[in-house]
Nanobody, 126 residues
Framework: QVQLVESGGGSVQSGGSLRLSCAAS????????MGWFRQAPGKEREGVAA???????TYADSVKGRFTISQDNAKITLYLQMNSLKPEDTAMYYC????????????????????WGQGTQVTVSS
């Protein structure tokens, strides 16, 4: 059974930084993608960034140059370093995984991912 547990959310001022982590267990596939998604109140869930086991990465345009996704393959832990945070980055952030997958260019699509964590809240004040 795949389990994803996010941590690292919090409240910061505009321009600040946060690092999110996602600890995964139960992933036994030889290839998989993991991604970060976010959902603000009243809005649809949107893709932020994704990475596959070979290190291919894609970002949403809104976070390029500010956010960095990375992973520890040995521990199957996913990270999201968020710098230069803006109030519009305020949302619940979710970690997700999809087996037998390779990242392609473009904003990650929530519908393409199978397993989800419970989320961690990020609040950026102006």
């Amino acid at each position: 059974q795949v389990q994803l547990v996010e941590s690292g959310g919090g409240s910061v001022q505009s321009g600040g930084s946060l690092r999110l982590s996602c600890a995964a267990s139960g992933i036994t596939y030889s290839s998989y993608c993991m991604g970060w998604f976010r959902q603000a109140p009243g809005k649809e869930r949107e893709g932020v960034a994704a990475i596959d086991r070979d290190g291919r990465i894609t970002y949403a345009d809104s976070v390029k140059g500010r956010f960095t996704i990375s992973q520890d393959n040995a521990k199957i832990t996913l990270y999201l370093q968020m710098n230069s945070l803006k109030p519009e980055d305020t949302a619940m952030y979710y970690c997700a995984a999809r087996p037998i997958c390779a990242v392609v260019a473009g904003t990650p699509r929530p519908s393409a991912f199978t397993y989800w964590g419970q989320g961690t809240q990020v609040t950026v004040s102006s």
